[in-house]
């Protein structure tokens, strides 16, 4: 069975610039969720979708970022315009349950110059 | 303000001894802990976790201790294998609050 996974795995952009994140979770997986993980910090959480639904956008810092997940599969997270501070490694994580373990797909590394 | 506690940034043990590794975390309303590996370049890979209606889970080489009055809780790897070098993250759960609280990890280091 294939995991998590996400595209790309490295992103440079220039400040200003849009960029779109993409993570496939595991087939059958209702639940998704974002994190984050800035140099040096923790992860932390940005977001939960529930099929297509969001269910949780508490940890999205501002309205620059933008997730969505058409039809319930695949889910894209956009930053625009994306600003130096936006760079770090963004984790995809899917479960079939909200109580099930979480399962994280190897991230994306987003830099901002 | 951190909830979840990884004091120790990094931890070095000989291969065949054990390794702890602790977490604290601040948040009463966590009932639900869990440890991740992860190794450069991947995501966090699970690896076990622990209720808390429980204090001791245990998987193989690998037990979880959960004291709730001290709101600590510790990972134990015996025997230590070099394939174990890798940073750990502790994080919780708590009610029906399904987000991962995470600490900042601990790289653990352990030579043949």
């Known amino acids: 069975e294939a995991g998590v996974t996400q595209f790309p795995s490295h992103s440079v952009i220039e400040k200003g610039q849009t960029v779109t994140l993409r993570c496939d979770p595991i087939s059958g997986h209702d639940n998704l969720y974002w994190y984050r993980r800035v140099m040096g910090k923790e992860i932390k959480f940005l977001l939960h979708?529930?099929?297509?639904?969001?269910?949780?956008e508490s940890g999205m810092p501002n309205n620059r970022f933008l997730a969505e997940r058409t039809g319930g599969t695949y889910s894209t997270l956009k930053v625009q315009p994306a600003e130096l501070e936006d760079s770090g490694v963004y984790f995809c994580a899917s479960s079939q349950d909200w109580v099930d373990t979480q399962y994280f797909g190897p991230g994306t590394r987003l830099t901002v110059l | 303000d951190q909830q979840v506690k990884q004091n120790s940034p990094s931890l070095s043990v000989q291969e065949g001894r054990i390794s702890i590794l602790n977490c604290d975390y601040t948040?009463?309303?966590?009932?639900?802990f869990l440890w991740y590996k992860k190794y450069p370049a991947e995501g966090p890979t699970f690896l076990i976790s622990?209720?808390?209606?429980?204090d001791k889970n245990e998987d193989g080489r690998f037990t979880v201790f959960l004291n709730k009055s001290a709101k600590h809780l510790s990972l134990h790897i015996v025997p230590s294998q070099p394939g174990d070098s890798a940073v750990y993250f502790c994080?919780?759960?708590?009610?029906?609050?399904?987000?991962?609280?995470f600490g900042k990890g601990t790289l653990l280091t352990v030579n043949p």
């Open positions: 622990i209720s808390s209606i429980k």
């Open positions: 948040n009463s309303m966590f009932d639900y």
């Open positions: 979708f529930v099929k297509e639904s969001k269910q949780d």
């Open positions: 994080a919780a759960s708590g009610g029906s609050n399904y987000k991962l609280t």
